[in-house]
């Protein structure tokens, strides 16, 4: 006969409403027992966070505003005809991208020049590079790098061309510094953005010093306006270069025939012989199909010109930043709250845990 088990009884976890509302007064006792603690550290930490605000440097925000110019023109008349034979297309009617433009804005290929070239900060010219390196303490940053000659290390030149591998580590940390770091999460010096009905592009730099900000945001914009036109009318620009060079050779061509029909007719005044005229005949139909064919190309020069000016994109300035520029404002009013909110919420917390705590090591 086997023995019967005692019965097994499952403990009912289940919270009631009840349990709810007592253990939150009960929370509520303690925090309100503790006030002055919680109230004493919550004003530690605002005053710190105040004082943090306050000794943080002074940051400088330079706004430049532009738009570019969508009438692009369409093919006319002869136009894609006479690109389409040195191989180029007129690219015909299309719409700017400003995203791509931003997008441009941001890369190397537009902030490395920026970088390499030279503006006045208080009074001292230097290129961008080394007056960031000096303004963002990168020497001090760059103390645990890998290369030996890094945290001492100043830009000498501004041809990119002749940059060692120090120099262009430096230059990428530069950049990053610039746009933004997504694996550190740094706080960028330069953002964009454009209006969606106004179609208004701008760039903002945002510096710790105003010459600084300013240099780098007109900069910006001028290495990518005149580098956005390069690329947009190179085509273009080819084939009017292709016609110029046809049109020059045909030109030497045609001084060349003339030359020749000039001497026979000086040397041979009085035509008896049969071959004397063949041969002028020759001379005069060397030069009448030069003079054809160089009309040709000019008129063609003259078409693709008009293409290549009537398809050039318009970078045009709206509002530049001027001096002076004044500093971004600090709330020391936020800063305050931010940290008394803080310190009340990490000090309630830790009361509650403890006393969390100290119920389950003692039940």
Known sequence: ???????????DDEITLKDLILKIQEFWRLLWANKWYIIAFALILASL???RTYLTPSR??????????????????????????????????????????LELSRSRRIIYPVLLDSITVNDSKDLIANHLIRIYDFHDRW??????????????????????????????????????????S?????????????????????????????????????????YYIEKTVEPQQEAVNALKLKADSLKNSLSAAEARLAR??????????????VQRDQYQRQVTLLTIMYGEVIKNLETANFALQSQMPFFQTIDEPQFPILPSPKSLVKAILIGGLLGGFLSCGFFISRKIYRDAMAT
Do not use: C
């Open 1 to 11: 006969m086997t023995e019967q088990q005692p019965p097994v009884y499952i403990q």
């Open 49 to 51: 966070s105040a004082l």
């Open 60 to 101: 400088f925000p330079a706004k430049l505003t532009f738009m570019v110019n969508e009438d692009e023109g369409s093919n006319m008349g002869g136009i894609a005809n006479v690109l389409g034979q040195f191989g180029f297309s007129s690219g015909g009617k299309s719409e700017y991208n400003l995203d791509r433009i």
């Open 186 to 226: 740094n706080d960028p010096l330069m953002s964009n953005g454009y209006g969606e009905e106004t179609a208004i592009l701008n760039l903002n730099v945002t510096a710790l010093n105003a010459d600084l900000a300013i240099g780098m945001v007109t900069r910006i914009y001028d290495v990518l306006s005149a």
């Open 264 to 277: 026979f007719d000086d040397t041979h005044r009085n035509l008896y012989l049969s071959s004397d005229v």
């Open 143 to 184: 103390e645990d790098s890998k290369d030996p000659k890094l945290p001492d290390y100043i830009f000498t030149t501004g041809d990119e061309t002749k940059l060692d591998n120090t120099a262009r580590i430096a230059l990428n940390s530069l950049y990053l510094q610039i746009v933004g770091n997504e694996k550190k």
